[in-house]
């Protein structure tokens, strides 16, 4: 039964069932499930440990990380294909690549680990187009590698720019002064100084 069918059905029942002080809570459980299902109509289940190929994230292997982040169709599976010798769909539709598609590469004996994520769109940091799942799992890398249409670099470099940053990724930034220092009685004093120009 699709979440369409489900909301449809609680609605009926909701319209049959008298309101009195017996039905009250009855009524209540039926508005929470119909909350529920209008929530996973509008973003589908998944982010988390769901079914296999519903999550964005893979497990972390090597000694680096490297995301490749960009708009839908601008190259980067097939960049992770011809780096790494791994298969990631390509088509000629936007939102192919629906997971992150994981990839190996060697260099001066160095596991490095590549990311295909999906596309991201403008508004990905308020959570269009699944875009906070796909930022989160940009945040777990060391290096992001923004790739970016020929035909407009400059417009979507920004716009991709804005929307890492505002999830609360530094880009080409200095990481924050942090200091430690141990305290008397026990225990660790921890300090940072994050500059406003960096």
């Known amino acids: ?45 998944g982010g988390g ?8 994230d893979v497990a972390k292997t090597g000694d680096a990380r490297i995301g490749f982040v960009g708009f839908p169709s601008v190259g980067k599976s097939t960049l992770l294909s011809n780096l790494a010798g791994v298969y990631s769909e390509v088509a000629a539709y936007e939102f192919t690549t629906l997971t992150t598609v994981p990839g190996v590469i060697r260099y001066k004996g160095a596991k490095i680990q590549l990311l295909d994520l999906p596309g991201i769109i403008e508004g990905a940091k308020d959570g269009k187009g699944r875009g906070r799942q796909v930022i989160a799992v940009a945040r777990t890398c060391n290096l992001i590698l923004i790739v970016l249409d020929v035909l407009k670099p400059l417009a979507h470099k920004k716009i991709i720019e804005n929307e890492v940053e505002g999830f ?12 430690f220092r141990k305290k008397d009685k026990g225990g660790i004093n921890l300090t940072s100084t994050v500059s406003e120009k960096n």
């Open 168 to 179: 609360g990724i530094r880009l080409n930034k200095q990481p924050p002064n942090i200091g």
């Open 1 to 45: 039964m699709s979440i369409l069918q489900k909301i449809s059905e609680i609605e009926a029942e909701m319209a049959r069932t008298q309101k009195n002080k017996a039905t009250a809570h009855h009524l209540g459980l039926l508005k929470a499930r119909l909350a529920k299902l209008r929530r996973e109509l509008i973003t589908p289940k």
């Open 49 to 56: 440990g769901g079914g296999p190929g519903e999550g964005f």
